[in-house]
Structure formats: structure tokens, C-alpha cells
């Protein structure tokens, strides 16, 4: 299974900016797709997650309310949009799959078998 990212860039603070991934198969009929991000000398962070079928969806607090994670009907990818971004959302974001992801570890990266390569966030102030 290999995942792509795509839509990072440098937006201002405020702007909005849509990440999407793609996964180019699928091991089991449960999906389950989310972003994490790392800046440097940090530790990779859970963003938001989503697992089909069913729509169970997670977000970190820090993004409540401004991101929202969604999946495309018929394909094994998903989007994030992020609105009113700030510049402590400055990071790399990586995708990630997994297949037999169970609900307590959706949040965790440990939950997920397969990542992508990594989109660049930059946000100025």
C-alpha cells in the first residue's frame, strides 16, 4: 500500500489550505486514514483521523473547529481542510492507512501500518 500527499505550501495566517492522500489499495474492508504532523526536534502529532464505514472521525484540540478531515466516496483518500490557519501549524504533514484500525488507537500513530511521505505546512505570521 503506498500513500500520496499532496497540498502543502506557504499561505499566510488566516488562509486555508486543503491537504489530500491517496492510498493506492486497500488490505481489509475497514479503513482508516488520518494526518499527523512534526516539526523539528519534536515528536510526530496526531492531527485528525477518520474510519469508514461508519464515519468515526477524531481531531486534536488544537485544531478543533478549524480542520476538517473527510473522505471521497468510492476511493481510499481523504482531504483536510484547514481553515484559519496559524503559524504554530507550521509542520510537515504525513498521511497514514490502516486497515485494522481499532477506535482507541485511531489518535495514536501505532494504529496505522502505512504512511506517506510527508507535505510541507508553512504558515507566516
Known amino acids: 500500500v503506498q500513500l500520496q500527499a499532496s497540498g502543502g505550501g506557504l499561505v499566510q495566517a488566516g488562509d486555508s489550505l486543503r491537504l489530500s492522500c491517496v492510498a493506492s489499495?486497500?488490505?481489509?474492508?475497514?479503513?482508516?486514514m488520518a494526518w499527523f504532523r512534526q516539526t523539528a526536534g519534536k515528536e510526530r502529532e496526531f492531527v485528525a483521523a477518520?474510519?469508514?464505514?461508519?464515519?468515526?472521525?477524531f481531531y486534536a484540540d488544537s485544531v478543533k473547529g478549524r480542520f476538517t478531515i473527510s473522505r471521497d466516496n468510492g476511493a481510499i483518500a481523504i482531504n483536510l481542510l484547514m481553515n484559519n490557519l496559524k503559524p504554530e501549524d507550521t509542520a510537515i504533514y504525513y498521511c497514514?492507512?490502516?486497515?485494522?484500525?481499532?477506535?482507541?488507537?485511531?489518535?495514536?500513530?501505532?494504529?496505522?501500518?502505512?504512511w506517506g511521505q510527508g507535505t510541507l505546512v508553512t504558515v507566516s505570521s
Open positions: 497514514a492507512a490502516g486497515f485494522s484500525t481499532i477506535l482507541s488507537s485511531m489518535t495514536t500513530a501505532r494504529g496505522y501500518a502505512y
Open positions: 489499495s486497500r488490505t481489509g474492508s475497514r479503513v482508516a
Open positions: 477518520i474510519r469508514w464505514p461508519g464515519d468515526n472521525i
